[in-house]
């Protein structure tokens, strides 16, 4: 997995709220057996005018001048900004893997969907809460200012805008430990092996049901 | 001290280990895998060189991809004629077939949607932690488990490891007390609920269903209630166990047998929350005030009775919200002040992982034995959730009922819930569907979702436009 640091990079807007996974990439994409091909297509239904299928071409497609990330000023974004409950809907990995693509490390909202979340850090993304009057606050001043860029420093868990004011934000001591590091955290877990081995044993006693199911 | 919750039960029984910084490693009893969202996971395990840490918790099925159509689907994988589907659905057989996982196979009679077969054959069982990579895996909850979706990197890591690393959500209860009206279902409760904390609304929590309309459910209700859930933001929905989750399980073709069973049930017993337990969220509603539930919009939030008329806008104070919703009417091609009664229909699902069980085909078969679809409804199908339910309906007979209505009997799959496969609407299209989510696009590019009952999706389908099931006949 990519690490996370610091990344500074030009911020660019997704004014909505509840974007659903399916937003982020349409379920036709996930037909994919492959991790990587999902980047063209995020946001496909905003992103082209016309209806997006896998295996087309989609630098053919016309794009839909009034969607912002096709503006031109925000060509190049590495941070997204977003609303309320991002990431919605579905479990599906795509939905990050498809942002990580398109170039985004990090999406700011001011909450998450649990799943989405959650998938972020598998992947070297950040998703970052911050305080719903600064989210409001950070969408202000980049709509009033064309190359408005942030830094975010996740081991100091601060943004810094800017005007040089930081903002700080909360992150899992486990999830930025491994984001930082760039951990597999299967590694990781079976660092535990012995631990998981004893519970199951146990476990094969007092549940004995639970275990040798394929051979029933 | 405080009581437990069922869920910090659930959670202390799966607990491996407690880290430092506040996660966990939790134990998984059983994962149910399908062909999407495993590819990825199965490859970079090989990648790793690593193997299924215990393939005898695992069962897989495909369900998102497979045709239901007879003809596509008489020849198996090698029939299914979009040839991206057909190397996902094959390349799950591959995958299964390799490490020796159980799968139910495309033309198996007990393939069918991973929310339905896990119940229905036993493989979920109370008590019991389960996972698959799909959010709609809270529907498990029902029977007293913590079942919730994962991603596909998590997919990888619980075939790896059988954990999961995680940290604990908070408790969330959701009480609905009274009796509900006669045509008022699950699925409007479930709704209801939706429409009144919202789609965030459970978002950090594991949601206890709990009250005299959930002890009075049946299973399959139950069932659909979690399933919805994860639509109120929350990872896991739960029932406590009771005599009518027993009922279910026993005699299920995984269930345990004799001395097990006994000794299974006597664990399953202390699967409620205590009565001193505390709740970090508690909300509360009248089961007798539910009236059958319409969605207007594209979340399920966007929910109203169907005596509703869709909102104005500008009758909405906070700016983001305002947004959203004129932003959903338009998609939705609705007018403010329009009666939900007035939304005409050009298509209609009933199906699902939320209503695809046998009580739900009984519920559909109810409302249009006799009648016949309205001409103005281009197409009206019914889709099974397993090959069991299937048989089940057509012993019965209901396939009879619906195919002299008008409406299509198809063979099982998720189908048009999320239009993988080749069931979906066209950009425009009304459909009164059974399923979970009405988000843009879900069902089919620019199609316009509206998630009802069985019950009210059938009777759509007769009088082509949203009527009330309470005085329909
Ligand atoms: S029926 Fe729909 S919601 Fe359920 S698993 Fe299939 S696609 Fe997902």
């Known amino acids: 997995m990519k690490s996370f640091t610091v990344l500074t990079g030009l911020a660019a807007p997704m004014d909505r709220s509840n974007v659903d996974t399916d937003l982020i990439i349409p379920k036709q994409f996930l037909k994919s057996i492959n991790r990587s091909g999902f980047g063209p297509n995020a946001f496909d239904e905003l992103r082209y005018l016309d209806k997006g299928e896998p295996g087309r071409d989609n630098s053919q497609r016309p794009l839909n001048p009034e969607f912002p990330l096709n503006f031109s000023r925000y060509q190049g974004a590495s941070i997204l900004v977003a609303r309320e409950n991002f990431g919605c809907g579905s479990s599906r990995e795509h939905a990050p893997w498809a942002l990580e693509e398109y170039g985004f490390r990090c999406v700011i909202a001011p909450s998450f969907a649990d799943i989405f979340y959650n998938n972020c850090f598998k992947n070297g993304m950040l998703p970052l809460v911050l305080e719903e009057p600064l989210v409001a606050q950070i969408f202000a001043e980049l709509y009033a200012q064309e190359g408005y860029s942030l830094t975010v420093d996740l081991e100091r868990q601060v943004v810094i805008k800017p005007n040089g004011e930081t903002l700080a934000f909360e992150v899992d001591a486990f999830r930025k430990h491994c984001l930082l590091n760039g951990f597999d955290d299967i590694g990781l877990t079976l660092q535990d092996a012995e631990q998981i081995k004893t519970y199951e044993a146990e476990r094969r006693l007092s549940t004995p049901w639970l275990f040798g199911f394929a051979q029933h | 001290m405080a009581g437990k919750t069922l869920y910090d039960k659930l959670w202390q029984a799966h607990l491996v280990s407690q880290r430092d910084d506040g996660s966990a490693l939790i134990y998984i009893d059983r994962h149910i895998v399908h062909e999407v969202t495993s590819p990825q996971a199965f490859e970079g395990l090989r990648l790793a060189g690593r193997k299924p840490w215990r ?315 006799g009648k016949t679809k309205a001409a103005s409804v281009k197409e009206a199908i019914v889709v099974p959730g397993s090959g069991q339910v299937k048989a089940q309906a057509e012993a019965e007979g209901l396939h009879h009922i619906f195919l002299a209505a008008g409406l299509e009997w198809r063979e099982p799959g998720c189908s048009m819930c999320l239009a993988m496969n080749a069931d979906r609407l066209e950009a425009g299209e009304h459909c009164a569907s059974t399923s979970n989510r009405n988000f843009e696009g879900r069902q089919g590019y620019g199609g316009r979702t509206h998630l009802v009952s069985p019950a009210m999706a059938a009777a759509a389908a007769i009088a082509g436009h949203f009527v009330d099931v309470r005085t329909f006949n």
């Open chain 2, 55 to 369: 393939v005898d918790s695992v069962v897989a099925t495909p369900d998102h991809n497979v045709p239901t159509t007879h003809n596509e689907r008489a020849s198996g994988v090698a029939g299914i004629e979009d040839p991206i589907s057909r190397i996902q659905v094959q390349t799950l057989d591959e995958n299964c077939d390799e490490l020796g996982i159980l799968e139910f196979k495309i033309n198996d009679p007990r393939q069918g949607i991973v929310h339905v077969i896990g119940p229905e054959s036993g493989a979920c069982l109370p008590g019991m932690t389960i996972v698959c990579g799909d959010s709609h895996t809270s529907t498990n909850g029902a029977l007293g488990a913590l079942s919730f979706g994962i991603g596909t990197s998590e997919v990888e890591h619980v075939l790896a490891t059988q954990c999961l690393v995680a940290k604990k959500m908070g408790n969330m209860l959701v009480k609905v007390d009274g009796t509900l009206g006669a045509g008022v279902t699950p699925k409007d409760v479930v709704l209801a609920i939706i429409g009144t904390i919202g789609t965030a609304g459970g978002t950090g929590y594991a949601i206890e269903f709990g009250g005299d309309v959930f002890r009075a459910m049946s299973m399959e209700g139950r069932l659909t209630v979690c399933n919805m859930a994860i639509e109120a933001g929350a990872r896991a929905g739960m029932v406590a166990v009771d005599e009518t989750t027993l009922d279910y399980v026993r005699g299920r073709d995984y269930a345990p047998k004799a001395e097990q069973w006994d000794m299974a049930v006597a664990q399953w017993r202390q699967l409620h929350s205590d009565a001193d337990a505390v709740f970090d969220r508690v909300v509360e509603l009248d089961g007798s005030a539910i009236a059958p539930q319409v969605t207007w919009g594209n979340s399920p939030e966007m929910v109203l009775p169907i005596s509703g008329s869709v909102p104005d806008p500008a009758q909405e104070a906070d700016v983001v919200k305002q947004t959203g919703m004129t932003r959903a009417l338009q998609y939705m091609g609705l007018t403010p002040g329009q009666p939900i009664t007035s939304i005409r229909v050009d298509r209609v699902f009933i199906g699902s992982c939320t209503n695809s069980r046998i009580e739900d085909m009984r519920a559909a078969a109810a409302v249009v034995q």
